[in-house]
């Protein structure tokens, strides 16, 4: 069975200060994606990465793969409060076709 | 263009009872997706649903079912509901994209278990 250990499950920030979640596993992926899920809503992909070392930026938020395909960090800058909400990882194995999602890493910024 | 819609949004029952949840896939996604999120942590994969049949199952009870329409809409059924089965229950509807599976997903079914 595929996990992925997320960590820390809870972050409470103030708004200007970094920020690292990661992502772990003891199995290879072929792809892995971040999402993140805001309260009443379902989650939305922030980012897929697919290559290991592949790092990809999106504003303030930096995604990596690790070279060996089985961890991913993501690291946001200056955060804000906006940044608020529930960052899960998804690891997808050989076919594709099923993602296995991480424990969740609950970020609170504070103004 | 719409996205994965689910229905109903909250949806109480008691223990022993039934539950149905319904999901409308984006428009041109023929795979449907359902996952059970407990406690606003992680997500459990249950079922995949593609092209009307089922693709694959997570580690959950046979009282867990569901089908998929030729409309590529989705239903999920709980039966014999225990107060565990209390969760959001999350729909999502993909296109294969870029080598990777990409998934939309609707806001979720609530599910309260007294």
């Known amino acids: 069975t595929q996990l992925l250990e997320q960590s820390p499950q809870f972050l409470s920030i103030q708004e200007g200060e970094n920020l690292t979640v990661y992502c772990n596993s003891s199995?290879?992926?072929?792809?892995l994606q971040w999402y993140r899920q805001e309260p009443g809503e379902g989650p939305v992909l922030l980012v897929t990465v697919v290559t290991g070392g592949e790092v990809k930026k999106l504003k303030r938020l930096t995604f990596q793969f690790g070279d060996a395909r089985k961890d991913s960090s993501l690291h946001i800058t200056a955060a804000q409060p906006g940044d608020t909400g529930l960052y899960l990882c998804?690891?997808?194995?050989?076919?594709?076709?099923?993602?296995?999602f991480g424990t969740g890493t609950r970020l609170l910024v504070s103004p | 263009e719409a996205g994965v819609t689910q229905s109903p949004t909250h949806l109480i029952k008691t223990r022993g009872q039934q539950a149905t949840l319904r999901c409308s896939p984006i428009?041109?996604?023929?795979?449907v997706y359902w996952y059970q999120q407990a406690l606003g942590l992680g997500l459990q994969f249950l079922l995949w649903?593609?092209?009307?049949?089922?693709?694959n199952r997570g580690n959950f009870p046979p009282r867990f079912s569901g089908r998929q329409f030729p409309n590529y809409s989705s239903e999920l059924n709980v039966n014999a509901l225990e107060l565990e089965d209390s969760a959001l229950y999350l729909c999502?509807?993909?296109?294969?994209?870029?080598?990777?599976?990409?998934?939309?997903f609707g806001a979720g079914s609530r599910l309260t278990v007294l």
């Open positions: 998804a690891g997808a194995g050989t076919g594709f076709q099923k993602l296995v």
């Open positions: 428009s041109g996604h023929t795979s």
């Open positions: 999502a509807s993909s296109l294969f994209h870029s080598g990777a599976n990409v998934l939309t």
């Open positions: 199995s290879v992926f072929s792809s």
């Open positions: 649903y593609d092209e009307g049949e089922e693709r």
